[in-house]
């Protein structure tokens, strides 16, 4: 995701100023900051496109002094990746299709907030990466040049060879073998370098490496020159690609003085001498390792960068002559509480470095508590004087989410220097998964949060007027879920309702809230009141409890209330993408006369065809007619279609989400049968709206 300190160089395209700032208002109102200009011409945008290339275009789908896709045209010629948004009141085919057909990267809604930030955010995110994209490519182009280079030079004998065939050989590789130029050996196989004696197997060696076995670090062998002769050798493997595709690189090295004696060099090159452990360079050959297994997926290792507290202290007791016994010390101490796997070395003058393998989270922080406990009850030796000292770590979890040895090494120094700045003996680790597992370890606290409620007194429900346009006879409320939350406090549904929904809770739920609102209804009904509740039932209670309805008709029964007092809600999409265990629950109910009600009704395609396979009695009007009603002519027309239709049918229209006085006198018109919103009442614990007041 980009920063939030992120500056979006925006251009917009509106024919309102209004309307401009307003977008710029949503933007900025979602934490991003803009840094906006809108052209009053077409001139103008293509000198602000020339000039100063902006990040993003923000441009009206129906914009007349700047037609849209007169906006497209210009940076389609401009040849710029200045991705371009379409700005709309409304999504349809015309609209999507149009857009993304001239080259728009999205649309984005004006009067959906929320919609309008996910979707600059998101493409400005795109955006940032296919810049960090071209970085990377030009860096990595001038990486391999500069490498080829380097292999020239080298004094290495170097190939690069593709399925056993040469494609690319150093200066030094060509002399060894006694050729003047690459176009001698370009295609020859390798096995014709290998002596007689060991071509058969190294024929079978290449033949496992085809399977996919990878190649031995090292391998002894007579190799041969041009002109037959023979040498000893030892050749180094290793995965490489060539102009971008994978290959194996191949170092010969002619042996001139015994194998032990290069083991032993090796083991010099790779060792610190003033403390017995591994040296900066071998170190971070093996740290680019790590990093390159994270960015493959692998998160079980961590860099610590250790240093001794108040070093510059010690050194003025023990004298600047004994450093180095403080330090090799040191190193021993660290080395003796690690495992096999893990390695040490010294990163700088008083620094030291611990590569821990094969390890999660929690050894992570077992080992680093480990070495820090294991300095302040451990005397070290330094020459002549016995010391107690103690160390300060700092830590980074090697993770997919910090897969480059700059940022590692970054968070282990910026550890290091709180840990030593906070008064020394202390630990601090970075763990980019840290958030990931807190969100886990949330998710599982909301599961258990609401199994807990399932059994106790923690869920309660709130009851929301549905209000009659042509009269009240009955008492309508729709039925809403809430949590409790310490002395009183009230839990929304969406805070709980998709956490549920994913951990398969909903089934529960149902069952709780169908239960809780019929003991309800029946305290009503005992009370003589004539009150009607509206029910949501989820799709995953009625496809994983088959026997529902069944419930709910015993429940009924037992109640002794008149079924028809009870309605239960379901969307309209969810019934028709679940039309089998929607059309069984409906039967069921039906037997105490309890009825269906389809929720957002009229999003479909063709909304009454449902009607001839699912028999609902009431229709609630989506939501999404309800904005702007009053303003909105063709939507007062659908509104009105949906109602007449619904007349004919037989059928109750229900209004919700009406948010002003305007769009309550466009429904009264409109033959729509109850209404509801917090304009009319909000929802709360208890039943007591009058009716008779409206």
């Known amino acids: 995701m980009a920063s939030t300190d992120s500056v979006i160089r925006l251009v917009i395209v509106e024919d309102r100023l209004e309307d401009a700032e307003g977008i710029i208002s949503i933007l900025r109102n979602g934490g991003m900051a803009v840094r906006p200009s809108r052209p009053e011409s077409a001139d103008e945008l293509a000198e602000m496109v020339a000039k100063q290339p902006p990040d993003m275009i923000l441009a009206s789908w129906n914009g007349k002094s700047i037609p849209f896709t007169g906006v497209m045209e210009l940076v389609n010629r401009s040849s710029k990746d200045l991705p371009v948004i379409a700005v709309a009141t409304e999504l349809n085919e015309a609209i999507i299709l149009g857009s993304l057909a001239a080259g728009a990267r999205n649309v984005a809604l004006r009067n959906r907030p929320e919609h309008m930030q996910h979707v600059v955010r998101s493409q400005f995110t795109n955006l940032e990466n296919r810049r ?85 670090k090292k391998l002894e062998l007579k190799a041969q020159r041009a002109d037959g002769e023979t040498f000893d050798a030892v050749m180094e493997f290793s995965q490489a690609s060539y102009e971008g595709e994978p290959c194996l690189q191949i170092v010969f090295r002619q042996q001139t003085i015994d194998t032990e004696m290069i083991k032993e060099l090796d083991e010099l090159r790779q060792r610190d001498p003033g403390t017995g452990l591994f040296n900066r360079t071998h170190f971070m050959g093996e740290l680019e390792k790590a990093v390159a297994g994270a960015a493959e997926g692998r998160s079980d290792q961590a860099l610590f960068l250790i240093e001794i507290d108040n070093y510059a202290g010690l050194l003025n007791e023990i004298g600047i002559g004994h450093a180095d016994d403080l330090l090799r010390e040191a190193g021993q101490r660290l080395q003796g509480e690690l495992g096999t796997e893990d390695i040490a070395a010294r990163f700088s003058d008083h620094t030291f470095a611990v590569l821990c393998r094969k390890s999660d989270h929690t050894r992570t922080r077992e080992m680093a508590e480990r070495l820090r406990k294991g300095f302040p009850d451990h005397i070290l030796e330094a020459g002549d004087r016995s010391l107690h000292a103690t160390i300060s770590l700092g830590g980074v979890q090697i993770g997919e989410k910090i897969a480059s040895v700059p940022q590692v090494l970054g968070k282990a120094s910026q550890g290091l220097q709180a840990a030593s700045g906070d008064g020394g003996n202390r630990v601090h680790l970075f763990d980019p998964a840290a958030r990931d597992r807190a969100e886990e370890e949330r998710i599982q606290h909301w599961v258990q949060r609401i199994q807990a409620a399932l059994k106790g007194n923690d869920f309660l429900l709130h009851f929301q007027p549905i209000i009659g346009l042509h009269g009240n006879e009955v008492e309508h409320y729709e039925v809403l879920l809430r949590m409790r939350q310490g002395a009183g406090d009230i839990i929304p549904p969406l805070s709980f309702l998709p956490i549920a929904e994913e951990y398969g809770l909903m089934d529960d739920i149902d069952r709780w809230v169908i239960a809780r609102a019929i003991q309800t209804l029946a305290a009503q009904h005992k009370a003589g009141r004539n009150v009607a ?100 002519p063709e939507t007062q027309k659908k509104v009105k279609d949906i109602s007449a239709e619904a007349q004919k049918l037989g059928k109750r229209t229900i209004a919700e989400f009406v948010s002003d006085a305007a769009s309550l006198t466009t429904l009264f018109t409109s033959s729509v049968d109850y209404v509801e919103g917090h304009f009319l009442a909000s929802a709360g614990p208890e039943m007591n709206y009058d009716f008779s007041a409206f």
Do not use: W
């Not at 030094?172 to 370009?186: C, D, P, Q």
């Not at 295609?187 to 190649?215: C, N, S, Y």
């Not at 029910?535 to 496809?543: A, D, F, I, R, S």
């Open 533 to 632: 509740l509206l029910v949501k039932v989820t799709p995953q209670g009625l496809t994983e409890s088959s026997n529902l309805g069944l419930i709910v008709s015993e429940l009924v029964r037992r109640a002794g209330i008149p079924g028809e007092r009870l309605i239960f809600e379901i969307p309209e999409s969810k019934a028709f993408t679940n039309l089998k265990p929607v059309q069984e629950f409906t039967s069921a109910i039906a037997s105490v006369g309890a009825t269906l009600c389809l929720a957002q009704f009229g999003s479909g395609i063709n909304s009454f065809q449902l009607l001839k396979h699912i028999d609902a009695t009431y229709l609630k009007i989506d939501r999404a007619f309800m904005q702007d009603l009053a303003k909105n």
């Open 132 to 216: 960090a994209v071209r970085r990377l490519e030009v860096q990595l182009r001038e990486t391999e040049r500069r490498c080829d280079g380097l292999i020239d030079s080298s004094r290495d004998p170097i190939a690069y060879v593709h399925e056993g065939m040469h494609i690319r050989a150093n200066a030094a590789y060509l002399e060894m073998f006694g050729y003047e130029s690459f176009e001698e050996i370009e295609g020859l196989p390798v096995l014709d370098m290998i002596g007689g004696a060991d071509a058969d197997e190294f024929k079978q060696l290449l033949k496992r490496m085809q399977k996919g076995e990878p190649p031995p």
